[in-house]
């Protein structure tokens, strides 16, 4: 299992790295991100870990997380959406690899991307250390909940993509689903029934990366993140199915 899936990452991966479409996105994102990561920075007036960290850091991650919302749903538009264009997608559903592994392999491909362009981002932290910043676990929880949230992204912009053959379509399909589940957030707030509020926020991706940039984040931030995966897996691997109907 592991080999099909690696075999397949790779491939996808080499044609991810090849078109010019993530060079171009990961040039905006590094513009965007060093033009917010500067204002921020010139903003700050103390240079305490806390001050740097709630000033800078935390509200450059913020949007770093939001403009990943955008990113994925543009990386992966193709990813199934190309096969079922091309006619291709029946031949890899007829190959030695299983729904799951296909999903994974292609999953696996987008986030190598992301990952990379995130890796672009290092840079911030190391600033900030020259002017004695060393609060690194608040660094590294933040990171693990950007990395958590592109999964999720990346999970429905898959999903998005295995619902029809049109790329413009399975972006704007997935940039709906994760909108609708930040706005749950904007939803729990407006409503007085603390049974709602609670439901709403924990349905929300950010309220979960807020924990992690916070550097509280518990168990149920973990199970939230692994449970929304599976589950735009599960619908994944389902419409995949309806094919052999």
Known sequence: MIRGITTLWKKESRDFFSSPLVYILAGIFCALMGWLFYNYLIASKDITNKTLSMSILIPTYGNMNFIFLFLAPL????????????????????????????????????????????????????????????????????????VFSIMCYLSVGIFASSLTDNQIVAALSGFGILMFLMLLVLTSNATHNVLLQQIFSYLSTPYHFESFVRGAFRSYNLIYFVSFIGFFFYLTHKSLDSRNW
């Open 75 to 146: 990386l992966t538009m193709k990813l199934f959406s190309e096969e079922k264009k091309l006619h291709t997608l029946d031949l890899l559903l007829q190959s030695n690899l299983n729904h799951f592994q296909i999903i994974a392999g292609k999953f696996l491909a987008g986030l190598t991307v992301m990952l990379f362009m995130l890796s672009l981002t290092l840079i911030f932290p190391i600033i900030l250390s020259f002017s004695g910043y060393n609060d690194w676990g608040t660094v590294a929880s933040s990171y693990a909940g950007i």
